[in-house]
């Protein structure tokens, strides 16, 4: 059982950091603690240079410190190492043909699996040695395969990072060893970490507690210690210090949590955790199926989203939600050439959470 702890944390969601957030996703918020209590409660912990805990599906930030001050990550980098191998294995070959491991790929420094230069490897045992074991010689080795050389890779990484809205994130390698330009926030490497949870095959791998065809058992002990836990990564080197990206999920809501250089990486991630799954609800808005009534020229009728809008909130923010229904006298079509009769837009105070398409019951 969770035990029940305190909320202050979680109410720092103020409107600075939640409308920076909202360009990503949709973080917003309505109640925040005062700065100074803030800053008195953070400075009674144990906390990291730079923390961020969000929400997956909403890409909500429910904590932040320290966001988005660049920092090296080490072995973090790795998770969007495998992202940008699983986007591009479809014009590379797939996962499963077998390959020669390439010299090059061999004797990195660091976190190893121990490729040999010939070794027959596939990109799919390889991202299980990356993610599982955290093998430098598993990054370049699938950073050769994939862009040829690890220039063109970490120009494909930086175009991951990208789509992802990680607008403040620079790699030059794909297996976060120092080097000078490689660089992200907390808040980037947990919106690269989201965008990654939602790739299937990037889900499982980081879930694996033991890859058994290799016996290569995961390095991340949140997954043994930690209710819901899900992955991702750990990293670290003397410059990044102790970095962890951890995900769990609890009642239908994922949560990511991410801290760059902290001595007690696996309790500070614990603590987050707990205050987030014990502070935010993740709320049913809107079923796909309740009926939205519509006034049109024609007459009255009703509308569904066929789709269910779930949002993380604080108890006190529901007060706050407002639902505005907009009825279309000229229907329109959608790219299943469905017909759309109208607009659902959700607001949290003033910020719309939501805006989708309404179709006619």
């Known amino acids: 059982m969770i035990r029940k702890r305190k909320t202050g944390l979680f109410l720092l969601a103020v409107f600075?950091?939640?409308?920076?957030?909202?360009?990503?996703?949709?973080?917003?918020?309505?109640?925040?603690?005062?700065?100074?209590?803030?800053?008195?409660?953070?400075?009674?912990?144990?906390?990291?240079?730079?923390?961020?805990?969000?929400?997956?599906?909403?890409?909500?930030?429910?904590?932040?410190?320290?966001?988005?001050?660049?920092?090296?990550?080490?072995?973090?980098?790795?998770?969007?190492?495998?992202?940008?191998?699983?986007?591009?294995?479809?014009?590379?070959?797939?996962?499963?043909?077998p390959f020669p491991v390439p010299a090059a790929g061999c004797g990195t420094e660091g976190s190893s699996v121990y490729l040999k230069p010939g070794d027959s490897a596939t990109p799919r045992e390889l991202l299980y040695g990356l993610m599982l074991r955290s093998g430098n010689d598993c990054a370049v080795t699938l950073a050769l395969r994939t862009a040829g050389n690890l220039k063109n890779f970490a120009r494909l990484m930086n175009e991951t990072a990208k789509r992802a809205g990680a607008l403040n994130t620079r790699f030059k390698n794909p297996h976060g060893l120092p080097e000078k330009g490689h660089y992200t926030t907390a808040r980037d490497l947990t919106l690269i970490t989201c965008l990654a949870l939602e790739n299937d095959e990037f889900s499982k791998i980081v879930a694996t507690r033991e890859y058994e065809p290799k016996h290569w058992v995961n390095k991340n002990k949140m997954l043994t210690e930690y209710e819901g836990a899900i992955g991702v990564k750990t990293g670290f080197t003397r410059q990044a210090g102790r970095c962890l990206v951890s995900a769990a999920q609890r009642g239908g809501m994922k949560i990511v949590c991410t801290l760059l250089n902290c001595v007690d990486t696996y309790g500070r991630s614990k603590t987050l955790l707990d205050d987030a799954f014990f502070s935010y609800e993740y709320v049913l808005l809107q079923s796909g199926e309740s009926p939205v009534p519509l006034d049109l020229k024609s007459g009255k009728c009703s509308a569904v989203t066929k789709k269910d809008l779930r949002y993380p909130m604080l108890a006190a923010e529901k007060q706050y939600v407002k639902k505005v229904a907009i009825g279309f006298d000229t229907p329109l079509k959608d790219a299943e050439e469905k017909e759309i009769c109208g607009q659902l837009r959700i607001y949290l105070a003033n910020n719309l959470l939501f805006c989708e398409n309404l179709y006619k019951l």
Request: with cysteine.
């Open 16 to 97: 600075a950091t939640s409308l920076s957030a909202s360009f990503y996703g949709r973080g917003v918020g309505v109640h925040a603690e005062s700065a100074k209590n803030a800053k008195n409660r953070a400075a009674a912990a144990v906390t990291a240079r730079a923390e961020c805990v969000m929400e997956v599906s909403s890409r909500r930030v429910l904590y932040e410190k320290n966001g988005e001050e660049k920092l090296p990550m080490a072995s973090t980098t790795k998770i969007a190492t495998a992202l940008t191998v699983l986007l591009q294995s479809e014009v590379c070959g797939g996962l499963d043909e």
